[in-house]
T-cell receptor, first 108, second 113 residues
Framework: GQQLNQSPQSMFIQEGEDVSMNCTSS?????WLWYKQDPGEGPVLLIA?????ELTSNGRLTAQFGITRKDSFLNISASIPSDVGIYFC????????FGAGTRLTVKP | NAGVTQTPKFQVLKTGQSMTLQCAQD?????MSWYRQDPGMGLRLIHY???????DQGEVPNGYNVSRSTTEDFPLRLLSAAPSQTSVYFC????????????FGPGTRLTVT
């Protein structure tokens, strides 16, 4: 099936550090998306990727669509306390599938 | 624009009861969908609709019904609630299936006892 494996499950980092998380699948996706969810709220789209090999930035966030179309990563540079939250990858082909999320904690 | 709204925010049901979770959007989006979010499992697609009068099943449709009589509204019905349906439910909409961003509602936290 179109399952997404997202890692790591959680991260505890110091403010100012860089963060990297990734998503892999045995299936090919046409679109990769990265969302952030704050407590008690719905996910908010951070970055959308539409082509294999695409590298896209949104401020301190950078994401890439893997060449094989089966993976994607998200980097956050120079983390700040408001980066705290759960980050989800999502792949879209016939429908949308989500990873289990990476819970990020940033210590000031 | 209010975006995507969901009601209620919290609900407790007894096993076997039925109820409808409401979702509305005021962005004239064609595509709407329902997800459930369980700890450690991310979001799973229940049902989706690509336009008024058209619905289809997602990854976990059993126990849920949907209808789309208008572009704005996409209610989710639980026919006979079970404890396994305890979850947080999110409604989302986007301009089109191939469109960029899905806008999520704030969620409904459902507990079935």
């Amino acid at each position: 099936g179109q399952q997404l494996n997202q890692s790591p499950q959680s991260m505890f980092i110091q403010e100012g550090e860089d963060v990297s998380m990734n998503c892999t699948s045995s299936s090919i996706f046409n679109t990769w998306l990265w969302y952030k969810q704050d407590p008690g709220e719905g996910p908010v789209l951070l970055i959308a990727l539409y082509k294999a090999g695409e590298l896209t930035s949104n401020g301190r966030l950078t994401a890439q669509f893997g060449i094989t179309r089966k993976d994607s990563f998200l980097n956050i540079s120079a983390s700040i306390p408001s980066d705290v939250g759960i980050y989800f990858c999502a792949g879209r082909k016939d429908d949308m599938r989500f990873g289990a999320g990476t819970r990020l904690t940033v210590k000031p | 624009n209010a975006g995507v709204t969901q009601t209620p925010k919290f609900q407790v049901l007894k096993t076997g009861q039925s109820m409808t979770l409401q979702c509305a959007q005021d962005m004239n989006h064609e595509y709407m969908s329902w997800y459930r979010q369980d700890p450690g499992m991310g979001l799973r697609l229940i049902h989706y609709s690509v336009g008024a009068g058209i619905t289809d099943q997602g990854e976990v449709p059993n126990g849920y019904n949907v209808s789309r009589s208008t572009t704005e509204d996409f209610p989710l019905r639980l026919l006979s609630a079970a404890p396994s349906q305890t979850s947080v439910y999110f409604c989302a909409s986007s301009y089109a299936w191939g469109g960029h961003e899905q806008y999520f509602g704030p969620g409904t936290r459902l507990t079935v006892t």
